[in-house]
């Protein structure tokens, strides 16, 4: 692919071709920060690159990128759908997801068993859960999804570590249900919920 592109546009002034790897190189250092990002993801590293492009406060205002259908759908996942996990979260959380088009397996050579999506993410100006402190609501977030099956004042208690009579506290004053599940709650309600927590609250 590299020869590829150097004999398509490595004679442009505006193009630089950079051959590394995207999980070890600092890609918003390689040249002036980026405006956009446009990838075709590596699927088997989808959730890790992901995490680089959006977590960096470097972040550009919009992201496209392939991947397959499935994780597509679990990005623009609502509290209202099942395929709902800790990457919609993580995702809305930083950005407005928006699935463009689905990609048939046709559309590449060799063609794949599953098949794709283009997602645009059109990248919020400050993170949903500002003012909290992103590295402790993420990891809130995920602990909690691990547990996506059991209601809420239960799956609190495991690697999020809350006691269930405060889970139950908590609960009640954010607004939800105790007996809702992880996969249940809108983003709105995931920040509330951690605020009434003291999850990673400015005040430390």
């Known amino acids: 692919m590299v020869a590829v592109a ?23 250092a390689l040249g002036p920060l980026p405006t956009r990002i446009v990838a075709n993801l590596p699927y088997q590293i989808t959730s890790p690159l992901l995490h680089r492009f959006l977590s960096d406060a ?25 395929e709902r996990s800790f990457l919609s979260v993580f995702t809305q959380a930083f950005a407005e997801p928006r699935v463009v088009r689905r990609v048939p397996p ?13 997602v645009a993410l059109r990248v ?4 949903a859960f500002a003012p909290l402190d992103q ?19 239960a799956a609190l ?21 105790p007996e809702r599940r992880p996969e249940e709650l809108d983003l709105v309600e995931w920040v509330r919920l ?6 990673g609250s400015v005040r430390g």
Request: cysteine-free; glycine content about 8%; aromatic content about 4%.
């Open 6 to 28: 150097t004999e398509a546009v490595g004679g442009a002034a505006n193009v630089a071709i950079v051959r590394a790897d995207a999980l070890a190189v600092d890609l918003f």
């Open 58 to 82: 470097r972040r550009p205002p919009l992201v496209v990128v392939l991947v397959q259908e499935e994780v597509a759908r679990r990005m623009a996942a609502t509290g209202q759908d099942r």
């Open 106 to 118: 046709g559309a590449f050579r060799p063609a794949p068993k599953v098949s794709s999506a283009v």
């Open 124 to 127: 919020r100006g400050v993170p």
């Open 135 to 153: 590295t402790a609501f993420l990891r809130f977030v995920s602990d909690v999804f691990r547990h996506r099956r059991k209601q809420l004042r």
């Open 157 to 177: 208690g495991h690697e999020a570590g809350v006691e269930r009579e405060r889970a139950t506290r908590a609960l009640a004053e954010a607004g939800i249900a």
């Open 194 to 199: 951690a605020s009434v927590l003291g999850v």
